[in-house]
Every structure is written in C-alpha cells, then in structure tokens.
C-alpha cells in the first residue's frame, strides 16, 4: 500500500509543545528543512506501490532518513538511533512532535532503497541540486561549467585470493547442498581449509613452487565437488532444484575456468559484479570495485551527476552518458566542459564544449582560468571518500553501486549547503542588536528573503 500521509493535528495539543516552537529557527538543519520540495517525491515514487496491504511509511521520513545517512555516514541502525535523540532530525524528515520510539526497522531502509532504485534515486540527487540554488549554494550559471572525473568506488569485499575463492566456493557448495538434502561423495572442507593454510605459509615464506602446487591441490577439490553437485542436480526428479544451484554453480564454473590473464575474471562469489581497477598509486596500485563518473560545478564543486559504470570502460567512451544524466537532473546543458586527457578520443558530439587539460589552442581569457580549476575535482572527490561512503560501498549488485554514488553526490551537496546556511547565519547574527541575537528565533523565511 502507498505511504500514509503525516499525522497533522488541528488543534494544538495540551500536552505537548510542537518542534517548531522549540527549536532554533536559525539552524542549518530548520533551514533545509523548507529548502527541499518533500512533496515531489511523493508524486514520483507513488508508482512503487501496490493500492492494498499494510500502509507504508511516509515518504519523506525515507527520503530524509537516506540523506542524514549519508550526510554524517552512518549505518542504517546507526542513523534510527540518532534520528530517536535528534528533534532537529526529526524535524527534517516532517514530524511535528518529539518521537521517542525508532522511526522504522532499519531493514526496512534497505527494502526501501531496492524499491525506489537509481531511477528514483535520480530524483534525491536533483532535489538538492534545486535546494543549492534556492540557498545560494550554487549560482544557475555554474551549471553551464562542469568538470567530470572518474574515480573508483571500492566494494566491501576482501582482497580477493585464489585460494580463499577456491575456499569459500566449497564451503558455499557444500552448504547449499547439505540445505537442500543433497548427498555429497566427499565434502573436501577439512581437506581444503588445510590446503589454504599452506598456500598462506608458503607464499609468505616466498616459496613459490609448493604455493602452486597446494593452490592446484585446492583447485582440484573444488572441482571434485563442482562435478559431484552438478550431477546429482542434473539427475534430481526435483524441478525447483536446478534454480537452487544454478547462480552458484555458474559461479563456481567460472572460476574454474578463468586464468591468471583472464578478462573477465571473478573477485568475489556474492559480488560477482566486481572488477579490478589498476589507478597506479603508491599505497593502492589495485582497487575493487565499480568505476564512477562524477561531475561537479567548476566554480563551488556542487555534485551534479554521479553514474556507476559497469566494468572497466574507458574514460572517454564515458562522458556522452554522464552529460545525459547532467542535462536529465538540471535540464541545462553545460557549454563548457572541462575534463583530464584521459578523456582524449571522447565520445561526445560537441567536441567544441570539451576542454583538455594541457590545452592550448582555442582558449580564451575566462576558459583559460576556468580550465586552471579542473583539479578541483579531486579534493570534491576526496571529501565524497572521507566524509562520505564513496571509499567503501555495502550495497549489493550493480543497482546498489548505481544508489551508493547518487546518494554520496546527494549527501557532499547537503553538507555544502548546511556549511552556507550555518555561515550566512553566522554573519547575520553578528549584524543583529544584541537583544535580538540572544533569542535566536528568526522567522523561517526571513534571512533567505
């Protein structure tokens, strides 16, 4: 069923006080508050729902709950326990009066990111882009100016091994079938967990050529239980069976077969999706993960766009799919785009709007000193990996890769505009009497008027 709408009382309540009378109408967060447009999302995420059944939460409970997330990078069971001691958050997400019990399971932040999905999460990103330019934060002819990077977005994997894959696909086998009642010849986990060992001692001991041949010894037991599951799964009478094993088994086939140069290799056994991104820098030569475009302004680093991108994909076959995402979030097409030369044989069709880093020829006064700023991206993308949870993505498949990065972009707009608020008010209360900056209760839309 769609979500109930919020609870509005008409006539005051004896008993308790209402949050707009207790808070500080000068917060940052009061302020956001009347900022975003909460009743658009209700338009655009009511096609999720079924007309029966037990009555959803309020949607701009969800929405706000998924920005403070974000904002101040917190779990979901973390932010349910923060929003219950928090009436300033409370009052973003539309509450009227201070709540002491948890807003919602915090599995059911979860269930309700994988409903709504990037598409809908599209639709959070571009409401902040729209609070930036009611605030101030972000001037509308920035967005004729970009700068687009791409970084990567690491997955919450461990670092991935042969001998730990070969591992954890046995144990993943040979639970499988033991909840399903198949019987198995021999399970090879005592035999395996052995053999992993040594493959460990061995290799720290740098004596290679016993690593390989227990690393083979490993192979070998895998696939002695891949070839024992998949016979008894092809002669079962049980047709539901074959649905039980066919995603592991397609897994567990693919790492047998792939080599040390193969292309499409696997990683990790619950995040198939992973792949393997060589940035050379001196710490981290590899990362594992998904690759993301990010777009910002070129004057305040407000995040405009932010797509995960499946596989490995060059950087300049990239930016055509990114500019649509820009022009699909604030309907303005940038003019000038500026971007590093591992953007160089781009694909997109006006070649004209594309600046290089390094270039020389063409550029005028204005775009020579915009394009100076092209680095600027990578302290926005550095804050996105600190304050943000850019540097390690908990969310499954390829669509949660899609919702971590939007919702990360989303979250580095709303501490901008928090910092311009908490500024400008800052300021404001400076230039106020001093009996009228001890109260501190500024009507909501007078500093923004």
């Not at 086939?253 to 792949?275: C, F, M, T």
């Not at 070649?351 to 063409?362: A, N, W």
Request: with cysteine; charged share 25%.
């Amino acid at each position: 069923m769609g979500p109930k709408p919020p609870k509005s009382s008409e006539s005051a309540d004896l008993f308790r006080s209402r949050l707009e009378n207790l808070l500080d109408h000068g917060h940052e967060l009061y302020r956001l508050a009347g900022l975003i447009e909460w009743g658009s999302f209700d338009q655009e995420f009511g096609r999720f729902y079924r007309p029966l059944g037990r009555p959803a939460k309020p949607t701009r409970l969800m929405v706000g709950l998924s920005y403070l997330k974000h904002v101040y990078d917190l779990s979901d069971e973390a932010v349910c326990e923060r929003w219950r001691e928090n009436p300033y958050w409370q009052f973003l997400c539309g509450c009227e009066y201070f709540e002491h019990e948890l807003p919602c399971d915090p599995s059911l932040l979860t269930r309700w990111r994988n409903r709504i999905g990037p598409a809908g999460m599209e639709k959070l990103l571009a409401a902040t882009i729209k609070a930036g330019l009611a605030s101030g934060t972000v001037k509308p002819s920035s967005l004729e100016r970009v700068i687009i990077d791409t970084t990567v977005q690491p997955k919450a994997i461990a670092h991935p091994t042969d001998s730990q894959l070969y591992l954890k696909a046995i144990r993943a086998l040979v639970r499988q079938a033991k909840r399903h009642g198949v019987a198995l010849r021999q399970a090879h986990t005592r035999l395996a967990k052995r053999a992993a060992a040594k493959v460990a001692r061995y290799a720290h001991a740098r004596q290679m050529r016993r690593m390989r041949r227990e690393l083979k010894r490993l192979k070998t037991y895998l696939g002695r239980v891949y070839r024992d599951v998949a016979r008894k799964v092809a002669a079962s009478i049980d047709p539901a069976l074959n649905g039980h094993f066919a995603r592991l088994l397609g897994l567990v086939e693919r790492l047998l077969l792939q080599e040390r140069h193969s292309k499409d290799k696997l990683y990790s056994l619950h995040a198939p999706e992973v792949v393997c991104l060589a940035k050379g820098k001196a710490n981290k030569a590899y990362e594992f993960g998904a690759k993301v475009s990010l777009a910002v302004t070129n004057r305040e680093g407000f995040a405009l766009a932010a797509k995960a991108l499946a596989g490995n994909p060059y950087d300049g076959h990239t930016l055509a799919t990114t500019v649509e995402q820009i022009v699909a979030l604030t309907g303005t097409a940038p003019e000038r785009i500026y971007v590093d030369k591992g953007y160089r044989g781009h694909d997109y069709p006006h070649k004209e709007r594309v600046f290089l880093s390094g270039q020389r020829r063409g550029l005028t006064p204005s775009i020579h000193r915009e394009l100076r700023r092209r680095a600027a991206i990578e302290p926005m993308i550095g804050h996105m990996k600190t304050d943000g949870s850019l540097n390690r993505n908990y969310l499954l498949g390829t669509a949660g890769d899609a919702i971590n990065a939007l919702l990360v972009a989303a979250a580095h707009n709303l501490r901008l505009i928090l910092a311009r608020l908490r500024l400008f008010f800052a300021c404001l209360l400076l230039m106020l009497p001093a009996d009228q900056a001890s109260s501190r209760h500024l009507q909501p839309g007078a500093a923004l008027s």
